[in-house]
């Protein structure tokens, strides 16, 4: 049974942190690297990552600039950016492309703000289910091992209490990125 707690808690953690980068990827007003980094790009007939292309740096607060390490996946890089749902424009020089980030206005900032929670809800959801899984297991070894009433409750409470902890995780990574995309 402590394995499979310890295997529920492991992708719980895995939930948490996939939400937290999903949560990097949104714009905020400010530039980062997040922003643009998992980009694909069609690179000699392959997609592949924006950063294993090019370098990505954070120039100023609104300014990022992308270098590719080979000169020809320019305007690969430049279609990736232009088709993508960023709505940024790509300026090129020929060596470097810079993406200015736009402030947002305070729809975007509500818009964004909507799917930001949507994004969390769907974490949460995951969490539960995982809880829901681990408290499946319990019960199947209750049957098949004969726990007993007490080991039964003692699992599924420290089940719960891993799904309250990740869902306290999920909310203040939700409340950060959210105080992050409304300042002005």
Not at 14 to 32: E, I, L, N
Not at 34 to 61: C, F, H, R, W
Not at 76 to 101: H, Q, W
Not at 122 to 129: D, M, Q, T, Y
Request: hydrophobic letters at 40%.
């Amino acid at each position: 049974m402590d394995r499979l707690i310890a295997k529920a808690k492991a992708d719980m953690e895995k939930t948490v942190a996939a939400v937290q980068k999903d949560m990097a990827a949104f714009r905020t007003g400010h530039a980062t690297t997040a922003l643009v980094e998992g980009l694909k790009i069609e690179y000699y007939g392959t997609s592949v990552p924006m950063n294993q292309v090019a370098s990505i740096q954070v120039m100023d607060t609104r300014l990022l600039g992308i270098t590719p390490w080979d000169k020809t996946a320019l305007p690969a890089i430049e279609k990736a950016i232009m088709t993508s749902d960023l709505g940024l424009m790509p300026s090129n020089d020929g060596n470097v492309i810079r993406l200015e980030i736009p402030s947002l206005t305070e729809e975007r900032r509500e818009e964004l703000a909507k799917q930001v929670s949507g994004r969390a809800e769907e974490g949460k959801v995951a969490i539960r289910n995982i809880r829901r899984h681990a408290n499946d297991g319990i019960d199947k070894m209750e049957k098949a091992e004969g726990l007993s009433e007490d080991e039964v409750r003692v699992g599924k409470k420290e089940v719960q209490g891993n799904t309250d902890e990740m869902s306290k995780a999920i909310d203040t990574i939700l409340e950060e990125k959210i105080q992050e995309m409304m300042e002005v």
